[in-house]
Every structure is written in C-alpha cells, then in structure tokens.
Antibody, heavy 119, light 112 residues
C-alpha cells in the first residue's frame, strides 16, 4: 500500500525556519517525481515545489523561491522541504504528493502537516 | 495568486448534471494537460481526471473532463450526495521564470 507521511510541522515565529519531511513507503520512491502542495486555512490549493525522481530537476513557486529548498534522499525513501525566512502567509497545511509516471498527475497524497507562522 | 479561474460554487439536486469551468491562458491550459482534483471535507485531494479527460482507475464514469483552447471543464453527471466537495483544476504553466504548476481557484459543489 502506498503511504506518504508528512512530519515536522508546528508553530514557528516569523523569520524562523522549519524542515518538513515526507516518509514514503509501498512503492519504489526513487522512480517517482514528487511535489509539495500547501493549503492555507479555509483557502485553496497552492503548489509549492517539484523535484524529479533523481533530484536533478527542481522547480519552485514564485512565492517561495529563494526561501524554500526541496530535496530528497532516495536511500531513505524521504522527501524534504527546508523552509527559511518564514512569513505569516506561509501558514498552511503542507502536503507531499507523488506524481504518477503514466498519468503525470498527483495520484497519492499524504495527510498533511500544519505549519503555523506566528509570534 | 491562481492563474486558473473557476466559479466559486456550483450546485444541483441528486441525479442532475453539474459542470465546472476552468479558464486559463495560452501558457497553461492552452499548451499543457489539465488535471482535476476532488477534495472532500477534511481530507487530502484526490486525482479525478488526468491529461484533460482520462479517469484514474476507480473513478466513476460519472466524472468527465474536456478541454478546448484555453479553457477546460469538469462534468459530474448523476450527481450524488458524496460528490459534495471542493474541486480544483490544475495545469503546468510555461512561465518566463520557469515551469509552474498552477491550481484553479476551486469550486465548492453542493448537493441540494
């Protein structure tokens, strides 16, 4: 069974840092592209970042470029999001999502981890 | 801010057909595939339609997607109470600053 489990969320002050993790199981993690997607409370979905299966290709949303860093460790079946210089508008539930090779859509999602940026 | 525009709400009675529109531009819908996601209350999104009009295994054929030019639409026929959810379109955008994956503004479907 495919599982994606996010962790690392919590309360952080503006300007602070946080590192999110996404533990993958039930599939060959190294073969799949991955995305981070977030959802502010009561708001819609916002794509954050993409990483290719090898980690060689990375994209970011303009809203996080220069502040967030996506990475992966295929040996540990894990995806990461390093978030620096956090702002109140970064408050959201952060989901990791697998990109299906054939469909090219996000076919499996984690349950999400809440990040709250507040003083 | 989202570059894909959807109506904020749509509704219908059980058995009716509901259609949700998604308006974009030449840099996203006009040149890339469209995806649709369903998000039931309190849960993670679920892939509903991929590559404009394809359904993943397990998605009922009551759901159908289409695309024309820079717009796309999702149709739900034979509306059921369990279809009450938020629906989002999505597509890659070939922006000048690099590829961006953009979601629509979202549409809340209510079953009356």
């Amino acid at each position: 069974e495919v599982q994606l489990v996010e962790s690392g969320g919590g309360l952080v002050q503006p300007g602070g840092s946080l590192r999110l993790s996404c533990a993958a199981s039930g599939f060959t993690f190294s073969s799949y592209e991955m995305n981070w997607v977030r959802q502010a409370p009561g708001k819609g979905l916002e794509w954050v970042s993409y990483i290719s299966s090898s980690g060689s290709t990375i994209y970011y949303a303009d809203s996080v470029k220069g502040r967030f860093t996506i990475s992966r460790d295929n040996a540990k079946n894990s995806l990461y999001l390093q978030m620096n210089s956090l702002r109140a508008e970064d408050t959201a539930v952060y989901y990791c999502a697998r990109v299906d090779t054939a469909m090219a859509g996000n076919d499996y999602w984690g349950q999400g981890t809440l990040v709250t940026v507040s003083s | 801010q989202s570059v894909l525009t959807q109506p904020p709400s749509a509704s219908g009675t059980p058995g009716q057909r509901v259609t949700i529109s998604c308006s974009g531009s030449s840099s996203n819908i006009g040149s890339n595939y469209v995806y649709w996601y369903q998000q039931l209350p309190g849960t993670a999104p679920k892939l509903l339609i991929y590559r404009n009009n394809q359904r993943p295994s397990g998605v009922p054929d009551r759901f159908s997607g289409s695309k024309s030019g820079t717009s796309a639409s999702l149709a739900i026929s034979g509306l059921r109470s369990e279809d009450e959810a938020d629906y989002y379109c999505a597509a890659w955008d070939d922006s000048l600053s690099g590829p961006l994956y953009v979601f629509g503004t979202g549409t809340k479907v209510t079953v009356l």
